[in-house]
C-alpha cells in the first residue's frame, strides 16, 4: 500500500500550514506540501507528539518554525530543500485524524 497523501489525511492541516507558511515568506514549499505523503509517523511515544516523516530518509538540514496560533508546527527540509519531517506538537485535533487513519487501514 503506498503512504498516504498528508493531503488526503489532514486536508485541513496542510491549508493551515500553506497559510503559515504564506505568512512566513517560505510560499515556495507550499507546492510540495500537495505532493507529501505520509511515510512514517514518529515513534518517540510521547502523548503531545503528532510528527510525522514525509520522506523515506530524515535528513534535517534545514527547520522552518511556524507561527502556529494552537500547538506547535515546524517543518524539517533535507539538503535538497525537500520536506523530509513534519513536527507537531500539542496538536490534539492532528493526532485523533491519524490514528483514526491507521486504525481504519
Ligand atoms: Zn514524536
Redesign the pocket.
Known amino acids: 500500500m503506498p503512504a498516504p497523501l498528508m493531503s488526503d489525511v489532514l486536508p485541513d492541516l496542510v491549508e493551515e500550514l500553506a497559510y503559515l507558511l504564506r505568512q512566513t515568506g517560505a510560499e515556495p514549499l507550499i507546492e510540495q506540501l500537495r505532493r507529501l505523503r505520509i511515510e512514517s509517523i514518529?515513534d518517540?511515544g510521547?502523548d503531545s507528539?503528532s510528527?510525522f516523516a514525509t520522506a523515506e530518509e530524515v535528513k534535517v538540514a534545514q527547520t522552518v518554525e511556524l507561527p502556529a496560533s494552537e500547538g506547535f508546527l515546524m517543518i524539517d527540509l533535507n539538503v535538497a530543500e525537500q520536506v523530509c519531517f513534519v513536527e507537531i506538537l500539542n496538536r490534539p485535533d492532528v493526532k485523533y485524524l491519524l490514528e483514526e487513519y491507521y486504525a481504519a487501514s
Do not use: M
Request: a negative charge.
Open positions: 514518529c518517540c510521547d507528539c510528527s
